[in-house]
């Protein structure tokens, strides 16, 4: 296995960096030890211009011209995957609005209460801002595959288990497969980490030295739409806070502090929890008669600064050369923000073809559109021409653009495709055959970043099932691997679900678990 750049990490800094790399001519292999996105990139609040953070004194939508451009750029290239979101910061008096960003628009009492009228009595109004959104785990795995599809090998689940040094320079990486046991040497002259969190322990492994400053992310996500638009909001301790509708939930966040357990086993905890509805229910009573359905954890990692808390750390990116430490070739790109993920990868495919010695190629990522972006996706059109509900075909289409009449023309050869697994959140039989086929889906619980399976409210209870002998016929499972990845599907939504659940919901974790128990059997 020969290529010009290895990238260790399936991010979206290692899958941008991939798309980048491989659109300018390098041959490029990434390796992910887990699924795609599965840590900060598919867990983040995916806030593009600042969400919360731009009612900060001083701060407004410009406040990082970078970050504006950006949402623009990915407005172009992958339109399906962002939502316009309008946010509203409410005080409740003069002096809090004075203190709040000095250049948003705002509202009287009136205008609020006639805006959200579940809010607290009180309030003397509200400054507004326009924000965008984009969903971070469907934007790794169209980074994924536009590397692919540009001449890059994409392999999640392989563990880099050693970068390779020969005469103080890298070489290769060791791999193993954590599915097949398979383990081989890929050799390359350029190495990226693209790791997160995970960084500073791949660096201890092959005696180098990388210090971040490690953190964890939690959100909480309730059932329903509880507002019409997003709030911004302080907790009880003066953090930014924000509650915001999503598809058919309301999602709360997000915690930030320090963590400095095992990345891999990263949970929210019931105090987590207790504080995020301490905090929205002083402005929306409603949040604590609502029921939430799970509270997604993830891990951050900052470039390191002694004393800032965590919310006032640098979203900024850092790329870090290892040749000093006997690895020339080998770089880490640290630290970044989701909003500017694009130009952190540019960045980092400039400085690998200055570690090759390659003359410098122009970056094609802010014209070449991502899977899905080349053309804008009619949802009604789809729903009529194939008999599908109007609001599945708008969830296809969130999630798929302009790709969504392929998935659905699945369903026009196969008609049994056309079955709809999940009411919730949309999800058709087709949809899963499309992803195992197309989106490098490996286990079924690759399938909740691919088309949401089991982060319902049901947790799987009317679509696992269906779904685990769907892929395990596309992906040649046997009875065996089909009970063990419904199994680990199951474990993986309990421990999102676990710090949330009380009363009726550990009676309907009990059902969930009692009626895929007997699967294959």
């Known amino acids: 296995m020969e290529f010009d750049l290895i990238i260790l990490g399936g991010g979206l800094n290692g899958l941008g960096t991939a798309r980048d790399a491989a659109l300018r001519g390098l041959r490029v292999l990434v390796l992910e030890k887990g699924d795609l996105g599965g840590g900060a990139s598919g867990s983040g609040s995916g806030w593009l211009r600042g969400g919360p953070r731009a009612f900060a004194a001083g701060a407004g939508p410009g406040d990082d011209p970078l970050a504006a451009g950006e949402a623009g750029v990915l407005e172009a290239i992958a339109p399906h995957l962002v939502s316009r979101v309008p946010f509203l910061r409410p005080f409740a008096s003069r002096d809090e609005g004075d203190a709040l960003a000095s250049g948003a628009p705002r509202l009287g ?236 990868a540019e960045a980092a495919t400039d400085a690998v073809l200055r570690a090759l010695g390659r003359p410098a190629v122009a970056c094609r990522t802010r014209e070449v559109a991502l899977p899905g972006g080349e053309t804008p996706a009619d949802a009604a059109a789809l729903a009529a021409a194939h008999g599908i509900a109007p609001l599945v075909a708008a969830r296809l289409v969130a999630r798929q653009g302009a790709l969504a009449g392929e998935v659905l023309r699945l369903a026009d050869d196969d008609p ?56 395990g016929r596309e992906l040649g499972w046997d009875a065996e691997r089909v009970r063990a990845e419904l199994a680990d599907l199951l474990e993986v939504g309990w421990r999102e679900r676990r710090a949330v659940l009380d009363g009726a919901q550990l009676a309907q974790e009990e059902l969930l678990r009692g009626a895929h128990w007997g699967v294959g059997r």
Not at 241 to 260: D, H, K, S
Not at 299 to 324: I, M, N, V
């Open 416 to 471: 049994r495709l056309g079955l709809l697994l999940c009411r919730e959140e949309g999800i058709l039989a087709a949809e899963v055959v499309h992803a195992c086929r197309h989106e490098l889906v490996r286990r079924l619980r690759d399938l909740r970043t691919r088309c949401r399976l089991a982060v319902g409210g049901c947790g799987g209870l009317d679509c696992a099932r269906a779904a685990a002998q769907l892929a």
């Open 109 to 344: 009492a009136e205008a609020l209460a006639a805006l959200e009228p579940g809010l607290s009595p009180g309030l003397l109004g509200a400054l507004a801002h326009d924000d965008r959104a984009v969903d971070g785990p469907r934007l790794c795995v169209a980074n994924a595959r536009s590397a692919r599809d540009h001449g890059a090998e994409v392999r999640p689940w392989t563990e880099a288990r050693e970068v390779v040094r020969q005469d103080g320079r890298v070489v290769g990486v060791r791999w193993l497969d954590a599915l097949t046991g398979e383990s081989g040497l890929a050799r390359a002259p350029a190495v990226l980490d693209a790791t997160g969190a995970w960084a500073p322990g791949l660096a201890r492994r092959n005696g180098l030295a990388l210090r971040l400053r490690p953190g964890k992310g939690v959100h909480l996500v309730l059932a329903g739409r509880l507002t019409t638009h997003a709030l911004a909001f302080g907790a009880v301790d003066g953090r930014a806070l924000f509650l915001a509708p999503r598809g058919g939930e309301t999602w709360l966040g997000a915690t930030e502090g320090g963590f400095y357990g095992d990345p891999d086993d990263v949970e929210a905890t019931q105090d987590e929890v207790a504080y995020l509805l301490e905090g929205a229910a002083a402005l929306l009573p409603a949040v604590r008669e609502a029921r939430a359905t799970r509270a997604v954890a993830g891990p951050r990692a900052s470039r390191f600064e002694w004393g800032p808390g965590e919310e006032a750390l640098s979203r900024g990116h850092a790329l870090l050369d290892h040749a000093a430490e006997g690895a020339a070739g080998l770089l880490s790109l640290v630290g970044g923000q989701l909003s500017t993920a694009r130009a952190q």
